[in-house]
């Protein structure tokens, strides 16, 4: 399993390095997390530099995506290099979750034509002007696409991604780990209540 995590010029930390963190805990050895970046480094909005794992279009094949956030993403959908490379998202074959102002890509890609969004206060109004619903909650997902708003949702995006790869008991898992010591029932439980009214509704065992 390979997960992307789409981070761009001017990139916030928060959005990317908590899922990369959460994702990360998931230890098996077929699966991969990386920062997707159109170039080999990339700066956040707070001068934190770091490198290329796999490049846009290696995310594009990859099993789930996440759209980061940062300060220049209504620069990133001008770019038609970027964006004539990132139509090659596909919800028929990926997950697919943005973070924040992530869901402008998402808006401007033409996927999320129907299902509302989540996102951060600043880019809400821009998102509208897309053409989406901004729900005024955390959490949203329908089928294979989710979205997530502010930054310290992130782990929601994460552990949606980790359910449905992994199952739940590999989310909890993960969102134990991260979990603040003598809060981690309260958080995991907070985390089920936003996510688990989006995740498929279980099998029927055969009897």
């Not at 761009?8 to 928060?14: A, D, H, S, W």
């Not at 990386?34 to 099993?63: F, Y």
């Not at 821009?126 to 310290?152: M, S």
Request: hydrophobic share 45%.
């Amino acid at each position: 399993m390979h997960i992307a995590i789409l981070t761009f010029e001017g990139y916030n930390e928060l959005d990317s390095l908590i899922a990369l963190g959460v994702l990360s805990r998931i230890k098996t050895d077929d699966w991969r997390v990386t920062i997707a970046a159109p170039s080999p480094k990339v700066t956040s909005m707070n001068g934190v530099v770091i490198e290329q794992m796999s490049t846009l279009e290696e995310a594009c094949a990859a099993d789930a995506v996440i759209v980061g956030s940062g300060i220049a993403t209504r620069e990133v959908v001008e770019d038609p290099a970027i964006m004539n490379v990132l139509r090659g998202l596909d919800p028929s074959r990926q997950l697919i979750a943005a973070q924040c102002s992530g869901a402008l890509v998402l808006a401007k890609l033409g996927l999320l034509n129907g299902i509302p969004a989540c996102t951060d206060l600043t880019t809400k109004p821009w998102v509208i002007a897309a053409g989406v619903e901004v729900l005024n909650q955390p959490f949203y997902a329908k089928d294979n696409i989710a979205t997530a708003g502010g930054c310290l949702a992130s782990h929601y995006l994460a552990a949606w991604i980790i359910a449905r790869l992994e199952g739940n008991d590999a989310a909890e898992g993960a969102l134990h780990y991260v979990a603040p010591v003598g809060e981690k029932e309260e958080y995991i439980e907070r985390a089920w209540r936003n996510i688990t009214p989006y995740l498929p509704a279980p099998t029927p065992a055969l009897v």
